[in-house]
């Protein structure tokens, strides 16, 4: 992905209806005006929604334990990237650095990858092609 192609975007919102299993999350441009939805699982709002709220349960929960390996094996989460956009699909990224500098690219869902992110406190970008499409599907 070309990294003049990509706009850096923060947590904007998060709409968690009980008794449903869709939830929304929105990302603002860091710098614009424009912002749009993704309708993601319960769990992975209930996630982002503890993250926000300083909330740790008991016991760790999937990505907490996801860092947590990452941050074992000596590697830091450098960035999530949402990449694509198909069919109403968001298709993400999550960019990892071992300490030797080696960085791996692992395909997530935009849900997953970004409750990663506000874990590790790292960037969130998207892809310019993604924000334009989903601006006109907004």
Known sequence: MDEAQMIEVLLARVIIRDGSDRQYI???????????PIVIGSNEAWEIHRVLHHTEPERP????????????????????????LRKNTFYAQVVVQNESGDVAVVDARPSDA???????????RVAETVLEKANMDA
Do not use: P, W
Not at 114 to 124: E, N, P, T
């Open 61 to 84: 929960m999937t990505h907490q334990l996801a860092l947590s390996t990452v941050q074992a094996l000596g590697a830091e989460l450098q960035r999530v990237d949402i990449v694509d």
């Open 114 to 124: 970004i409750a990663l992110a506000l874990r590790a406190r790292c960037k969130i």
């Open 26 to 36: 929105y990302l603002a441009e860091r710098e614009g005006n424009r912002v749009f």
